[in-house]
């Protein structure tokens, strides 16, 4: 994200975020927005900042305290015909309209064989890092990837910011978008000459032969920097960007693996039960006699988030810590 | 029971060649054991006197069993079993291991807790697959070969180069040193051919040696693998060691002893896999040129086609000569075709300078 | 006992064919044919031929030369090349059992 893109004016992942809303709204007139405080107060995290006035209030809709109501209100837009755009404030109180994403959404095509499919699209903010306690922290996007008909996405570029909205409008299923709380300010500048983007596939963010990182979202960068530490003692790591939690690209995750015979994942949801764990055993199954040394993990400790600042980062994954991980399992003895 | 390839749960003893009180050396052959692959040879890992037989001909135990004891040294002949379940290997390495038909059990591990990993499978002197035996290891040698082939038309990117040679110095050289001297102390061309390229490899260390993971290292002595074709198909390249340091008529009695152990299914145990360049040599079948695959991990490998008489241009004037073309293929992530035309124009000046070889 | 006699005297015949196990272990003497060729029959190479004169020069106390070494091609020929170099040393067949 240098100055190569001179067309390409710098932003940041918030506006990237906002581009992505526009194209929608402009190219399509069945897509609006609604949620809680995005149209007058611009979003909780200023996403949807001044689409109101563009846009009008018969697209972007603010939307009672109920998560339960607007989130189900949404669903039966996309039965309609229509191609609504939901913003919950944080994965955290995603958990209130759980029932509706997960009985309704991401059952009903499946229950009518076809017939009623829910072209639905909720965004939320997912992680940690900003001081705002457990109530608003987790990284609950692991729990999503566990349920069928759901489609899970985590940009964590510009591009993706940008461009995953686009594909997630085009998907028959509901797709659930996560945007990592610690990326929004992050800038740089959009790929000129935009490619279409996808939400099948992982990418290869960096190439390298020793040791594959497996990660998404806001912990894409801690492992870049941790690779970039560790290039510097001559250990080359290949950091895979999942960029979609369900499907898992396993195609790419596994050939990664056969590549470099060692996995570190790096989560920063809770390691019991979580996408990490599925993604070691999906290494296990189908890699299992390319492996050079046992698959190892990078995530948050089994704690609530804490809110301290000292406490919040010890919690977190953290490039001291991915760095460590990664030499132990690249180490060799005299 | 020394493991002799990754698959080999078992062995037969078949004979003992010593006997409770010898003193033997390392190296020395011990015993013969039959595998599923042939019959081997198993040398002493030690110097010491025999003091017990422990299993008897016709015993089929398993690999790590104690066959022998050594006097006050009691579990030396081979690893006892549970040291064997100790060395930890890696699913890649184990696997790898097995294409490769190198034992895992028997190298240092340098990973992390000491587990062996693939570098240290990909580090190791090269396995030649199944041991030979005239029948039975047909199709394990096969297997072996295929393998072994596959992974160097995949992995290696060969060059080639041929240079033609005039012999007539070297047969000349040869016809005076035979005629004089009774028949086993003769030589045979093949002699001069390995002493060259052995000659030629000390010299040039980027063609003798071993490309593992960590790129590539140049071995400390020359270890000769000469291709040797077994009767009826297939093919085994076992080593002659340090063949640059060994005086003609050294070379001529272990190469001779070689062919002959190798046809018979009589290969040793160190023979195996240690070699760090090979030879072959097609000039009995008549062909030309032959244009060889590396056997990996090595880098290099020379061929020798016939050697024919023709018409060559020398001072300006046209002679029959007899030629031979010799065929290098290198590994190009190691050297490049510079190094290697310097390498066969050794092999040649050796060739022409016979009695100094 | 002529050296253009197709026909291979019986023990000088088994005691060539005993060399020549010996030094190809992996060839069957009872598949060998008195007329043909070993390098057609068992792939043969100079090695091989090598190894043959070096034993016939070990049983018989033959002087080999290497012009002569295609004279041992098969059995027959060999038979009568033996044959012919122990009779011009006047050695009676009686030694052969040695």
Avoid at chain 1, 115 to 141: D, K, N, Y
């Amino acid at each position: 994200m240098t100055a190569d893109a001179v067309e390409s004016p710098r932003m940041s992942y918030r506006d990237a975020l906002r581009e992505g809303l526009r194209d929608a709204l402009r190219s399509d007139p069945r897509v609006f927005l609604m949620g809680e405080d995005i149209g007058r107060y611009g979003g909780c995290y200023a996403v949807t900042k001044s689409l109101l006035a563009e846009f009008g209030e018969e697209r972007i809709r603010d939307t009672p305290l109920s998560e339960s109501a607007f989130v189900g209100a949404g669903i039966g837009a996309a039965l309609g015909g229509l191609r609504p755009i939901v913003e919950i404030m944080t994965v955290n109180f995603s958990l209130l309209a759980l029932d509706q994403i997960v009985n309704n959404a991401a059952t009903l095509c499946h229950m009518s064989g076809g017939q009623c499919p829910v072209p639905l699209v909720i965004r939320m903010a997912t992680g940690a890092g900003r001081q705002l306690a457990a109530q608003h922290s987790h990284s609950l996007e692991g729990w999503y990837a566990h349920v069928p008909g759901l489609r899970i996405v985590a940009p964590a570029t510009l591009d993706d910011a940008r461009g995953m909205l686009g594909a997630a409008l085009r998907c028959p299923d509901p797709v659930l978008i996560f945007e990592h709380i610690g990326l929004l300010n992050m800038e740089g500048t959009l790929t000129a000459g935009a490619v279409p983007v996808d939400i099948d596939r992982a990418a290869i963010r960096r190439a390298g032969r020793d040791i594959t990182l497996l990660t998404y979202g806001g912990s894409l960068y801690k492992c870049l920097e941790a690779a970039t530490q560790l290039a510097a003692d001559g250990i080359e790591v290949e950091v895979v960007d999942l960029r979609t939690l369900r499907p898992l690209d396993d195609a790419l995750i596994v050939d990664s693996v056969r590549r470099t015979h060692r996995a570190l994942i790096v989560d920063e949801g809770w390691r019991s039960g979580g996408i990490s764990a599925e993604l070691g055993m999906r290494i296990v199954e189908q890699a299992f006699f390319e492996l050079d040394a046992p698959i190892a993990r990078v995530c948050t400790a089994e704690v609530p988030i804490p809110y301290p600042k000292h406490l919040e980062d010890a919690a977190l994954p953290s490039v001291p810590r991915i760095v460590a991980s990664a030499r132990a399992l690249v180490s060799r003895e005299p | 029971m020394p493991s002799l390839g990754a698959d080999m749960e078992a062995g037969t003893l078949v004979e003992w060649r010593v006997q409770p009180g010898a003193h033997v050396h390392r190296g020395d052959v011990m015993a013969l054991v039959d595998t599923e692959k042939g019959i081997i040879d198993i040398e002493s890992f030690e110097e010491g006197m025999v003091e017990r037989l422990i299993v008897q001909p016709g015993a089929r135990v398993p690999v790590g069993a104690i066959l022998a004891l050594f006097e006050g040294e009691p579990t030396k002949l081979a690893p006892p079993q549970s040291a064997a379940r100790a060395q930890r290997v890696s699913p890649a390495a184990r696997a790898r291991a097995a294409q490769l038909g190198i034992d895992p059990q028997t190298l240092k591990g340098t990973g992390p807790q000491g587990v062996v990993t693939l570098q240290d499978i990909e580090q190791a002197p090269a396995g030649q697959g199944p041991p030979p035996s005239p029948a039975a290891g047909r199709a394990g040698i096969r297997n072996a070969i295929a393998v072994s082939m596959s992974r160097s038309k995949r992995e290696i990117p060969h060059y080639y180069l041929q240079l033609t040679m005039d012999l007539r110095p070297a047969l000349d050289w040869l016809e005076q040193f035979n005629a004089s001297r009774p028949v086993p102390e003769r030589l045979l061309l093949a002699a001069l051919f390995n002493k060259a390229t052995a000659r030629a490899a000390a010299e040039k260390p980027g063609f003798n040696g071993y490309y593992g993971k960590a790129g590539f290292e140049a071995a400390k002595s020359v270890h000769l693998g000469v291709a040797i074709a077994l009767r009826g198909g297939g093919l085994v390249a076992p080593a002659i060691h340090e063949a640059d340091q060994k005086t003609l008529p050294v070379l001529m009695r272990e190469l001779q002893d070689l062919v002959m152990r190798v046809r018979a299914g009589h290969m040793r145990s160190s023979e195996i896999s240690s070699a760090t360049i090979t030879v072959t040599s097609l000039g009995d079948e008549g062909v030309d040129v032959v244009y060889p695959i590396i056997h990996p991990p090595q880098v290099a490998i020379v061929g020798f086609g016939s050697v024919v008489e023709r018409p060559w241009a020398i001072d300006g004037r046209i002679e029959p000569r007899p030629l031979v073309s010799v065929t290098l293929a290198a590994d190009h992530r190691v050297t490049d075709g510079r190094l290697g035309a310097q390498f066969l124009a050794r092999i040649r000046d050796f060739l022409t300078r016979p009695e100094d070889l | 006992m002529s050296g253009s006699s197709a026909a291979v005297e019986p023990a000088l015949g088994a005691q060539i064919l005993a060399l020549l196990v010996e030094i190809a272990p992996d060839v069957d003497p009872a598949a060998v044919r008195p007329a043909e060729d070993f390098r057609r029959q068992f792939d043969f190479d100079s090695m091989d031929v090598f190894s043959f004169a070096t034993a016939l020069h070990a049983k018989f106390g033959l002087d080999i030369p290497e012009r002569d070494y295609r004279q041992l091609a098969s059995l027959e020929k060999c038979a009568a090349y033996v044959a012919a170099k122990l009779g011009d040393r006047h050695a009676p067949p009686a030694a052969l059992k040695s």
